[in-house]
């Protein structure tokens, strides 16, 4: 698999023919907290109550990873209320 330009190209081994594909951009819980000025505290609480919806990736170490598609954020932010 390589990545392109925000795009993952795959190669299905029969013919080498490709499959392009577009890629959402993903952010950490920090990016999101920095760019919504909040503790990182908050953005994980938003995504544990369910108001904010996150990719919840194999836990390492003493916090559960997540990932937030920038679209997700993005109407977020046009959004007039925050979070409950």
């Known amino acids: 698999m ?5 795009a993952t190209v795959n190669s299905n081994g029969a ?21 919504l000025r909040v503790d990182d505290t908050t953005v994980r609480r938003w995504i544990k109550s369910g108001a904010l919806e996150a ?14 598609k920038k679209s997700t ?6 959004s007039p209320l925050p979070p409950a």
């Open 2 to 6: 390589v990545r392109r330009n925000n």
């Open 73 to 78: 954020l993005d109407i977020l932010l046009r």
């Open 15 to 35: 013919g080498g023919a490709y499959m392009a594909e577009e890629i959402e951009e993903l952010l950490t819980v920090r990016e999101v907290a920095r760019r």
């Open 55 to 68: 990719i919840t990736l194999p836990h390492r170490g003493k916090r559960q990873a997540y990932r937030i």
